[in-house]
T-cell receptor, first 113, second 116 residues
Framework: SQQGEEDPQALSIQEGENATMNCSYK?????LQWYRQNSGRGLVHLIL?????REKHSGRLRVTLDTSKKSSSLLITASRAADTASYFC?????????????FGAGTRLAVHP | DTEVTQTPKHLVMGMTNKKSLKCEQH?????MYWYKQKAKKPPELMFV???????INESVPSRFSPECPNSSLLNLHLHALQPEDSALYLC???????????????FGSGTQLSVL
């Protein structure tokens, strides 16, 4: 089963609005990462938040982590049409001596001009 | 150079064909990965190479055969695939050992594979 679950599955907003995506996970983590994927393309790493961090910022991105609730959120402020993409959270599961990065189901964001 | 390059970008093959997907990175990364992604689904891990040795095989059918000729190259050999194997195949790399924490992945643009 997937380590991370995201909601909403799809989000449609107007340019200039904020977009919030949530991710829940099941097991203890060392860090949680967010990736972005434009349609039919590879994933691009956005931000990594460590388990001992509660909030992190990068440009228009704000990520929070609540380890007690096993959840994270990604906020994109002042959205642009170019932010239209799928956003995935990813957590590392330690298995067989390795940390395997497992992706959540993703949120498809559409930003309309 | 911060790119992971995958070729070809698109591939159509019959169930009896043999083909190969190629991936290349020149960032000095020591771990390389193959992921499979179906439409509107998250990427699923297939294989991990660490220092040119196969470290993780996620119970992938033998019709998929990975190869790491050197630290910069990763191949995925395909033989006798099924239509349900049609998907986007993504290559990724990371700087260090897959067991290290806080490793982030750099992805290629993928090969869109259609099996007829």
């Amino acid at each position: 089963s997937q380590q991370g679950e995201e909601d909403p599955q799809a989000l449609s907003i107007q340019e200039g609005e904020n977009a919030t995506m949530n991710c829940s996970y099941k097991t203890s983590i060392n860090n949680l990462q967010w990736y972005r994927q434009n349609s039919g393309r590879g994933l691009v790493h956005l931000i990594l938040i460590r388990s001992n961090e509660r909030e992190k910022h990068s440009g228009r991105l704000r990520v929070t982590l609540d380890t007690s609730k096993k959840s994270s959120s990604l906020l994109i402020t002042a959205s642009r049409a170019a932010d239209t993409a799928s956003y995935f959270c990813a957590t590392a599961m330690f298995s067989g001596g390795y940390n395997k990065l497992i992706f959540g189901a993703g949120t498809r964001l559409a930003v309309h001009p | 150079d911060t790119e992971v390059t995958q070729t070809p970008k698109h591939l159509v093959m019959g169930m009896t064909n043999k083909k190969s997907l190629k991936c290349e990175q020149h960032m000095g990364h020591r771990a390389m990965y193959w992921y499979k992604q179906k439409a509107k689904k998250p990427p699923e891990l297939m294989f991990v190479y660490s220092y040119e040795k196969l470290s993780i095989n996620e119970s992938v059918p033998s019709r998929f055969s990975p190869e790491c000729p050197n630290s910069s190259l990763l191949n995925l050999h395909l033989h006798a695939l099924q239509p349900e194997d049609s998907a986007l195949y993504l290559c990724a790399s990371s700087q260090g050992y897959p067991g290290a924490t806080n490793e982030k992945l750099f992805f290629g643009s993928g090969t869109q594979l259609s099996v007829l």
